[in-house]
């Protein structure tokens, strides 16, 4: 699918989904339960509009994404003027058999090469929020900020939060991930320099 480019806030793009229950992608958010697809419209749409530096970031998180909807669209909004060195912010539609699930994904070029990134999924359960936590998110530490609403975290996971707001006849589930500072793994590997080689002893 060809991203359609809308101007000059918005840009129509992706396909994006994400399953209910699982482990999440990094510090919890993100729940893959299929195989991983071709590389996402999200990526190519923000490829297109030139950015770089957060791209890997912004991949990593819309592969997860994807995976698992029967269809998927983007808005996308980015700085016109610095693409590149400007925020990126994403919302996503996602279509299963059964249920729409929304999400969106942001990204931050940071001074030294890093970025702040941030993903939310948002889907409603038609369960009580109760049993979703009692299914879900046993172990977890919860604050209770209102009487519907309260957050799940999980000490392993500092980065990361369930939020479950009552909507009788379902739940509102909230899964958040953030992260400051991210830098690609392959860019960190090859600005390490290489250890010195082993010298053989001199013989006396």
Partial sequence: MK???????LALVALAAWTLT????????????????????LTRAATSVGIKRCLPAITRLSTLTVQGSRAHDVLLDWDRA???NG??????????????VAASITAIPNDGGTCTVAAERISVAPF????????????????QLLPIYAVYTDEKE????????????GCLVIRRYVEYGWKDPATAAAATPAAPAAQAPKKR
């Fill in 87 to 100: 925020p990126m912010f994403s919302l996503i539609g996602m279509e299963f058999p059964n249920a729409g």
């Fill in 82 to 84: 610095r693409p590149d």
């Fill in 22 to 41: 699982g482990a999440a992608f990094a510090q919890g958010v993100l729940a893959p339960q299929a195989p991983a697809v071709q590389q996402d419209t």
């Fill in 128 to 143: 009580t929020c109760a049993s979703v936590a009692q299914q879900e998110l046993r172990g977890y530490k919860v604050t």
């Fill in 158 to 169: 500092p980065t990361s939060s369930v939020s479950l707001i009552d909507s009788p006849p």
């Fill in 3 to 9: 991203p359609n480019i809308r101007r000059p806030l």
